[in-house]
């Protein structure tokens, strides 16, 4: 382990040395690709409607290094195939990346035995919204890459959820060993349920564009929450748009561009908005106006600059609605433009 760890030190010049490797998107898949067989789990994502006992859930799996082949880079994304369309929620929910700290790709039963203090901490968020859809990929939104090189061991993927709720309730098996965690309350236990054959279906970006929503919207007096909706490429060169629906005809929307999700969405119930959030940072503020069927869409370039591979840009609407509340407007969910190759 001590020099799986002092290797980690020299983890960006061997990236700069295979960087020819790296030049190109890629996605892979473990075990397979098949986004619609396999059983269907609620471990680590999802939950039963009505019942408390997997609303709390830690979660251990291993990547072979096998799997990637020579691909070495920046792990941008991760995602799941989700077994049923809807949304899930998450009081809390962290994912962390390591390589794996075991002997062979055997996991112990103790949590703290397969990862590391190395282990970065790639999504970390309160009140979270993610979509899901069934027989489709669904990318759960990292908010920091992990670098990850193939000849320092299997890859370690962690995920602990409090809370879980929502209508997507399960994903699907690829029958891999999973050790996990349920039905706890507060601190997770140190030990976990080691099983063979029910770890998570997994797909990994590298470098890989993407464009997703999150979050959640709120209710204006039209009865309707506004939508947000991303379209085109985020691929270097190509190009994209932004559509807000369900605003009112005709109204004013404040647009927001910004570089970091919020952690915990603000509530502006203090705002006079109760109900509504703001979860995205505002380094960009436009003023925007729906058409006639209150709808937007604008349309965007994406730079053809290598440096902006990874980079991370979020958008959400603010349409004006004087009748819904005493600030004066509602609030779209948010959106998430992934800049790859």
Known sequence: MQLKSSLLFVAGSLLLAVQTEAQSATRIYYPDNVVASGSCNVIPLGHVPNATTWQNQKYHMVVPSSTFGNKVGAI???GFAACRGGVMDYKTIQVRLDYFQGQGTTMS???ANNISSKAVTVLNATNYRFNTAS?????IGLQKPFLYLPQLGHLLVEVTVNGAGGTGYSFRTGSTPRLYAIGFAGTPPTAGTLGSSAALKIEIGFDAASLEVYGHGCTGSN???PTMALGGSAVLGQSLSISVGNALSKAPMYLLIGLN???TPFEMVAWGAPGCRLQISSEIITVQVADANGNYTGKFGVPNTSSMVGTKVYTQAFPFDFKANT???TASPYGRILVGR
């Open 261 to 263: 999700q919020l952690p």
């Open 327 to 329: 600030f004066g407007t």
């Open 223 to 225: 009865n309707m929450v």
């Open 135 to 139: 027989g489709k990929w669904m990318r």
């Open 76 to 78: 941008t994304e991760l």
């Open 109 to 111: 039963t103790t949590f």
